[in-house]
């Protein structure tokens, strides 16, 4: 799953969120120095990264892209997934989206010393274009397509996935609303267990 997700998972705890959000940008064990929460926020991102790479919804979403993006299709359905998240974030949440996406913000530059450098390069952008927000829109998801071509040197085609999003709208968002039944029940009870611990 992509940035929103992964966020909205970690449910209402700040330290968690952190984790989550930024563990992408953290190699192997290297985050020991971190605290603690923050560390489980990480090992919960990584239960959800295997959870929905062997999902088979997710496998069927996969297969709906176009040949050419190889072994992008991975990173082209969490951003598309994020979308229906996002679009759909009424149904998943009491919080109005843009409120929930300042408040995140806001939390990430409130604890900008324990960010990782590639996620404190990346946090300026992400909050001048307001990405959590944006993802709702085709338009916000095809500027976000058209970034990850850019950081690709053009490799991914990923700017051409906006086609497929719009020839499947209605096969990806029934899949992610199937599939993230699945990933809410997971995630709620990895975060148990990892709390817990």
Same mark, same amino acid.
């Given at each position: 799953m992509n940035f929103l997700a992964h966020i909205y998972l970690s449910g209402n705890n700040d330290e968690l969120k952190i !984790?989550? $959000? #930024?563990?992408? !940008?953290?190699?192997g064990n290297k985050y020991k120095h971190l605290p603690i929460t923050v560390q489980k926020g990480i090992k919960l991102h990584r239960k959800i990264d295997s959870f929905t790479d062997t999902h088979p919804i997710v496998r069927k979403s996969k297969k709906r892209l %176009?040949? /050419?993006y /190889? %072994?992008?299709n991975g990173v082209i359905i969490d951003i598309l997934y994020d979308h229906y998240l996002a679009k759909n974030w009424s149904k998943y949440s009491d919080i109005e989206l843009n409120?929930?996406?300042q408040q995140f913000y806001t939390l990430l530059t409130d604890n900008h010393e324990i960010l990782p450098e590639k996620i404190k390069k990346l946090l300026p952008y992400? #909050?001048?274009?307001?990405w959590l927000y944006n993802y709702r829109t085709i338009e916000g998801i095809e500027t976000v397509l058209i970034g990850m071509n850019k950081r690709t040197k053009n490799i991914s085609k990923m700017n051409l996935a906006i086609e497929d999003l719009q020839l499947y709208y209605t096969d990806f968002e029934d899949d992610f609303t199937t599939? $993230?039944?699945d990933l809410r029940?997971?995630?709620s009870e990895q975060t148990k267990i990892i709390l817990n611990k």
């Amino acid at each position: 799953m992509n940035f929103l997700a992964h966020i909205y998972l970690s449910g209402n705890n700040d330290e968690l969120k952190i !984790g989550n $959000f #930024i563990a992408d !940008g953290i190699v192997g064990n290297k985050y020991k120095h971190l605290p603690i929460t923050v560390q489980k926020g990480i090992k919960l991102h990584r239960k959800i990264d295997s959870f929905t790479d062997t999902h088979p919804i997710v496998r069927k979403s996969k297969k709906r892209l %176009h040949p /050419r993006y /190889r %072994h992008y299709n991975g990173v082209i359905i969490d951003i598309l997934y994020d979308h229906y998240l996002a679009k759909n974030w009424s149904k998943y949440s009491d919080i109005e989206l843009n409120t929930y996406a300042q408040q995140f913000y806001t939390l990430l530059t409130d604890n900008h010393e324990i960010l990782p450098e590639k996620i404190k390069k990346l946090l300026p952008y992400m #909050i001048k274009d307001n990405w959590l927000y944006n993802y709702r829109t085709i338009e916000g998801i095809e500027t976000v397509l058209i970034g990850m071509n850019k950081r690709t040197k053009n490799i991914s085609k990923m700017n051409l996935a906006i086609e497929d999003l719009q020839l499947y709208y209605t096969d990806f968002e029934d899949d992610f609303t199937t599939f $993230f039944e699945d990933l809410r029940n997971l995630s709620s009870e990895q975060t148990k267990i990892i709390l817990n611990k």
